[in-house]
């Protein structure tokens, strides 16, 4: 009995810590997003202190763009012409964000996404922190 009881803990535990993130936070994803780490499956981290480039983001309706953008000090940004074409998929795994560049295709999940914060994971298990970008020009 005691076994079951740790083996029901467990489980619970398990679920409650990979929820997927609710259908109303999605549209969080729209807007710029700075890297602020990388953690691989083998549990080293990179740290990105200064970014030359961030992510922007545009959804409408689950489908829109990513592009990567060069913030200015003045507050404007530098687009490349690349966009590339993102789907968020919904499914009972979580969300998903397909994308499909020039070059190549791939699929990240949607870890967690607020205001604030958007975590992805990609196909390989390494798993991306993004903070939302202040512009140079709008900083204390």
């Known amino acids: 009995m005691k076994n079951y009881l740790y083996l029901v803990f467990l489980t619970t535990a398990l679920i ?3 929820s997927k993130p609710k259908k109303e936070d999605i549209v969080k994803l729209n807007g710029y997003w700075e890297i602020e780490k990388v953690v691989f ?7 990105y202190q200064v970014n030359e480039f961030i992510d922007y983001i545009s959804l409408k309706n689950l ?6 953008i060069a913030p200015q000090l003045d507050g404007t940004f530098l687009r490349g012409a690349l966009q590339d074409k993102i789907r968020v998929i919904d499914s009972a795994g979580g969300y998903f964000l397909k994308t499909n560049s020039k070059f190549t295709k791939w699929e990240e999940k949607v870890i967690s996404v607020s205001e604030d914060e958007l975590v992805l994971e990609n196909e390989t298990k390494i798993t991306y ?3 939302k970008f202040i512009p140079y020009d709008k900083r204390k």
């Open 41 to 47: 499956p083998d549990g080293n981290k990179k740290a």
């Open 63 to 68: 489908i829109g763009i990513r592009q990567k």
């Open 129 to 131: 922190y993004y903070k």
């Open 16 to 18: 409650s810590c990979t």
